[in-house]
T-cell receptor, first 111, second 116 residues
Framework: LAKTTQPISMDSYEGQEVNITCSHN???????ITWYQQFPSQGPRFIIQ???TKVTNEVASLFIPADRKSSTLSLPRVSLSDTAVYYC????????????FGAGTRLFVKA | EAQVTQNPRYLITVTGKKLTVTCSQN?????MSWYRQDPGLGLRQIYY???????DKGDVPEGYKVSRKEKRNFPLILESPSPNQTSLYFC???????????????FGAGTRLSVL
């Protein structure tokens, strides 16, 4: 099954750009890469999704190299409220119905 | 407002006493899923449903049951809860099957269950 690997935790300061990289070596040809954000005791919420190259929305950018074996979530100018756990998610490798979350990256933003 | 609603939000029970956690979505989504979240283990999928009357096991189905008699509802049933099922549970739905991760999942607020 496709599996993702992310750093366990990261620290940053307000106003900095934060880049979180996710490794997904076994990503299937048709799989998309989706990132979710989760605050303590809340359900995850969608941030951004991409298939290849670069995707940007109002909160983040997602960079995906040509081989698609990794992806990088970029959060510009983080604030204290961006302190959360960030999950990288791909399909289960078969184009099927399961969903596999990794352990996520705990981002702590300091003043 | 589009949402996934779980009830109850908090539940304390004793070993062996059957319980049901309800989940309802108002987005006409086909796919629904249950996850549990434990410290250091991230989110693990318990069961999922591709549509009415179609369900299948996720990665940690032992000790749980589900049913999908209506499109909007996907209850999680613990027939005989045990302390190792103490966890934070999330229900989620998406328009269609994850399909390689393309379909975005929308999560409920969570149910914190303690089994004594």
């Amino acid at each position: 099954l496709a599996k993702t690997t992310q750093p366990i935790s990261m620290d940053s300061y307000e106003g900095q750009e934060v880049n979180i990289t996710c490794s997904h070596n076994n990503i299937a040809t048709n799989d998309y890469i989706t990132w979710y954000q989760q605050f303590p005791s809340q359900g995850p919420r969608f941030i951004i999704q991409g298939y290849k190259t670069k995707v940007t929305n109002e909160v983040a950018s997602l960079f995906i190299p040509a081989d698609r074996k990794s992806s990088t979530l970029s959060l510009p100018r983080v604030s204290l409220s961006d302190t959360a756990v960030y999950y990288c998610l791909v399909g289960d490798g078969t184009g099927g119905f399961k969903t596999i979350f990794g352990a996520g990256t705990r981002l702590f933003v300091k003043a | 407002e589009a949402q996934v609603t779980q009830n109850p939000r908090y539940l304390i029970t004793v070993t062996g006493k059957k319980l049901t956690v309800t989940c309802s979505q108002n987005m006409n989504h086909e796919y629904m899923s249950w996850y549990r979240q434990d410290p250091g283990l991230g989110l693990r999928q318990i069961y999922y449903s591709m549509n009415v009357e179609v369900t299948d096991k996720g990665d940690v189905p032992e000790g749980y049951k589900v049913s999908r008699k209506e499109k909007r509802n996907f209850p999680l049933i613990l027939e005989s809860p045990s302390p190792n099922q103490t966890s934070l549970y999330f229900c989620a739905s998406s328009l269609s099957t994850p399909g390689g991760g393309k379909n975005i999942q929308y999560f409920g607020a969570g149910t914190r269950l303690s089994v004594l």
